[in-house]
């Protein structure tokens, strides 16, 4: 009964989207066609193909690299090639604004040896679209570099060395039979870096890319139009399970298997001279640009700024933010635990389907389910109101809609597929035999839960605990939608400052994000560093 309420739950923002778009009338979705809507879908989906070839571009090639071959610093960088991954998105937008905007530290400084004047030279914008993308690469080719790398390592050589010895080269070989042996890792990671670009709405505002993130927003807040917000959100939902579905469907029934029981690893290639230079060159430059620049450059900000972190408002931007992940890591955790053992002790096709409608969240942008919840708790609020005031004359008001647990909610919905995974990743490894023996000693349901299973399970579910809790922190979109009036996080003021041009502001909370955003990147780095 729980995990169904909790899969319902997660299935309800896209029931409410679908439902308010289509029954919001043909008039605005009309509008929206004959104005914004082609202009939002040809930049979101230019966006997209961008990221997702710089992801594959890097993530693959870093984990050829590190994987394949031997040259100065391999070891190293097999770790920091994951520190990226500790920033959000629009962190980095802000730190490179600071650094290569106009008036920033690289174009003044050339200005001032050079003497040229605004005019007398070009320079990359990096508010542009391609800035965005920039952004967008810098901070997700971990996902298809852990992946990619964890799919190499695991392939045998036979395969390989029998391309090499029908006469491939080392780089023919790897186009014809390594990648397409990863390529259902490395498409799993492209997928997700294009479903974090789809969700993103704190850099592509802040660079004034319009895609369909920041259409929502504009439309709900800017013009007030709620049934255009819904018909966007619904757009963008229906985009975003698609990608997801062709994705797999493209896979159709292949399958790959190791041939025979050797499944000896490849030997690693070591690169001398030129070769060994490229590839130190190849695997710094994401480090570089992704993790190392922009952490100086907030370092900088920060230092320059007067925003003090200990101040009684930044101590409640810090408790606000550390409040709601707390609470929804929690929760989130609670309701995967609830889905996994469910999924547990009724194996089949009902708990295989409430495991499939809560992991639907995570391929839907947190603006989208803030929408899906707030129409349905809004009309709520609205009728209970009504209803109160007709029968006892009291004025109920907003009293879901609004709220920090509806924002909770938006939280558990857009981030229950991380936590259930990590569970279910755990929960392998407990054999069922440990479940029979426990029931045969007389043990219930809930005392197996309690006695065996998550003591066995507690790395996994701290992992859990860990992604969701961070996850919550640099959440952008729902938390700018639902929050409660005068409640701010450590995000929404590094979007705040950093909108009205205070980029030495908005370093502080950034720099804490991130801070906290490295507690589960120095975790998958130890897990990098041990899996070899």
């Not at 006469?167 to 890792?185: I, K, N």
């Not at 952490?295 to 920060?302: D, K």
């Not at 729902?478 to 005068?486: G, K």
Request: with cysteine; net charge positive; glycine share 8%.
């Amino acid at each position: 009964m729980v995990a169904w309420v909790v899969a319902l739950a997660c299935l309800l923002p896209m029931v409410a989207v679908a439902t308010a778009a289509l029954t919001g009338g043909a008039d605005t979705i009309v509008h929206l066609a004959q104005t914004v809507l082609p202009s939002y879908a040809l930049t979101t989906v230019y966006l997209l193909a961008l990221v997702a070839l710089g992801t594959f571009a890097i993530g693959v090639g870093a984990a050829w690299l590190v994987t394949m071959t031997r040259f100065p610093g391999v070891r190293f960088f097999e770790v920091a090639l994951v520190l990226p991954l500790a920033f959000p998105a629009y962190v980095l937008a802000y730190a490179y604004t600071f650094l290569l905007d106009h008036p920033g530290i690289v174009q003044s400084t050339l200005r001032e040896v050079t003497g040229w004047g605004p005019r007398d030279y070009w320079f990359p914008e990096i508010r542009s679209l391609g800035g965005a993308a920039l952004m967008l690469v810098l901070v997700l080719y971990p996902y298809v570099y852990l992946l990619a790398r964890a799919a190499f390592l695991q392939q045998s050589s036979s395969a390989f060395l029998a391309a090499r010895a029908l006469g491939d080269t080392s780089l023919r070989a790897f186009w014809r039979v390594s990648l397409p042996m990863a390529r259902p890792a490395v498409a799993s990671g492209v997928l997700l870096a294009v479903m974090e670009t789809i969700a993103d709405y704190g850099t592509v505002s802040y660079f004034g890319v319009q895609t369909f993130a920041t259409g929502i927003y504009t439309s709900w807040f800017s013009m007030g139009d709620r049934g255009g917000a819904a018909q966007l959100a619904l757009c963008l939902l229906g985009f975003a399970l698609f990608l997801s579905v062709a994705e797999r469907a493209s896979r159709g029934k292949a399958r790959y298997h190791h041939a025979g029981k050797q499944q000896a690893a490849l030997p690693p290639t070591e690169l001398k001279g030129a070769a060994s230079l490229g590839a130190v060159i190849l695997c710094a430059l994401p480090v570089l640009l992704g993790f190392l620049v922009p952490l100086v450059s907030l370092s900088l900000m920060g230092a320059q700024s007067e925003q003090d972190l200990l101040s009684r408002r930044y101590i409640a931007f810090l408790t606000n933010s550390l409040t709601l992940a707390s609470v929804a890591a929690a929760l989130t955790l609670l309701a995967a635990v609830s889905l996994g053992f469910y999924q547990r002790l009724r194996p089949g096709q009902v708990s295989s389907l409430a495991a499939y409608f809560s992991r639907l969240g995570y391929a839907v942008p947190g603006g989208v389910i803030a929408v899906g919840l707030m129409v349905p708790f809004a009309a709520f609020d609205n009728a209970l109101d009504a209803w109160m005031q007709a029968q006892f004359g009291i004025r109920t008001g907003l009293l879901v809609t609004g709220s920090i647990w509806l924002l909770v909610m938006a939280y558990v919905v857009r981030f229950m597929a991380a936590a259930l995974g990590a569970y279910e990743g755990g929960q392998a490894t407990v054999h069922l035999n440990m479940d029979a023996a426990a029931r045969s000693l007389g043990q219930s349901p809930l005392g197996m839960l309690r006695r065996v299973h998550l003591p066995i399970l507690t790395p996994s579910l701290l992992t859990a605990l860990l992604i969701v809790f961070v996850d919550v922190m640099k959440e952008l979109p729902a938390t700018l939608i639902m929050r409660p009036f005068n409640f701010d996080t450590l995000a929404v003021q590094a979007h705040r400052l950093a909108a009205d041009e205070r980029l030495e502001g908005a370093a502080v909370p950034s720099l804490v994000i991130m801070a906290v955003g490295l507690l589960p990147v120095l975790l998958i780095c130890r897990q990098v560093r041990r899996s070899r």
